[in-house]
């Protein structure tokens, strides 16, 4: 369907989304390089969940090329892990790449899945862990959303960053950065149909708060990527934020252009 474009001389964004920053970028630029010194990750383990594509696996070649020692990627299908660690190697060919297929939601296997990891790194403890893992659950409205999409869309994004932060926790160092790949959604104004992705992402942003409360020695960090073509939302089409059918009265709106 094609989407009526805002005025982005009014408003930064790709003239869909507005921007929340004064700046939009489309493409990685220098300051952030994994090739600069200042941002080397030499002699680093990471550990990505949902490392075999999209934003995790950039994000694994771009550790890769800063120089990390060990990555683990972790996901359901073991296809995308193989096919994602051949580019990560391709990206450095020293780094030793682990990929586990594991289901997030599951918990036992997931104390497995990082245990068999942790061993295969020889051991090594965690520095930086990345809970990326996601899915966009099926759109609708609050009233007449299925309580089935509404469980699966809670086990799949919110008891899988549970799982998954309860069962890191003794494999990370002491000082150890935890990342949250949250999103944007959490603070704009309504998407229509976009609700159960927004409240559960929300809802993770918060558990990370906590764990970075509960947890000072540790590095805790929500980030917000974006809007990227990657498979959760190829299919998936939003109106442009001026067509929004509702409005919002929350606190966080922030599509006003006094907000910059
Ligand atoms: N793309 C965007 O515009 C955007 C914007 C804001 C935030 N985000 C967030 O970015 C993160 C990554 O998404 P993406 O855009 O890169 O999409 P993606 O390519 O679909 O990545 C999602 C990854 O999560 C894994 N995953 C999902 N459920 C899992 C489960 N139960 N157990 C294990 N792994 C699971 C998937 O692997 P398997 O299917 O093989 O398990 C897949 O590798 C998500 O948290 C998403 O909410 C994306």
Not at 83 to 93: W, Y
Not at 139 to 144: E, I, K, P
Not at 172 to 189: M, N, W, Y
Request: hydrophobic share 40%; charged share 20%; proline share 5%.
């Amino acid at each position: 369907m094609p989407i009526k474009q805002f005025d982005t001389e009014a408003y930064p964004g790709n003239g869909q989304f507005k921007s929340i920053t004064a700046t939009w970028h489309n493409e990685p630029y220098p300051r952030i390089s994994p090739a600069r010194p200042e941002l080397t990750a030499n002699g680093k383990v990471i550990f990505i969940t949902g490392g075999g594509s999209g934003i995790g696996k950039a994000t694994a070649i771009a550790f890769a090329e800063a120089g990390a020692k060990i990555i683990a990627i972790f996901g359901r299908r073991v296809e995308k892990l193989e096919s994602a660690a051949r580019e990560i190697q391709k990206a450095n060919s020293i780094v030793t790449v682990i990929r586990v297929s594991v289901d997030l939601s599951q918990r036992t296997a997931v104390d497995k899945a990082f245990e068999n990891a942790a061993q295969q790194a020889g051991g090594a403890a965690v520095d930086i862990f990345i809970s990326n893992a996601g899915i966009l659950q099926e759109l609708g409205t609050v009233s007449g959303y299925k309580e089935e999409h509404f469980r699966k869309g809670l086990e799949s994004n919110m008891l899988s960053t549970f799982n998954a932060v309860q069962s890191i926790l003794p494999h990370l160092t002491p000082k150890a950065k935890v990342f949250d790949v949250s999103s944007g959604i959490c603070h704009i104004s309504p998407l229509p149909g976009a609700w159960a992705y927004a409240a559960t992402k929300a809802a993770n942003t918060k558990l990370f708060q906590y764990l970075q409360a509960e947890n000072p020695e540790l590095h805790v960090v929500s980030i917000q990527p974006g809007v990227i073509l990657t498979e959760i939302n190829a299919n998936t089409y939003f109106e442009n934020q001026d067509d929004s059918k509702y409005t919002s009265t929350c606190p966080s709106h922030n599509t006003a252009p006094d907000f910059y």
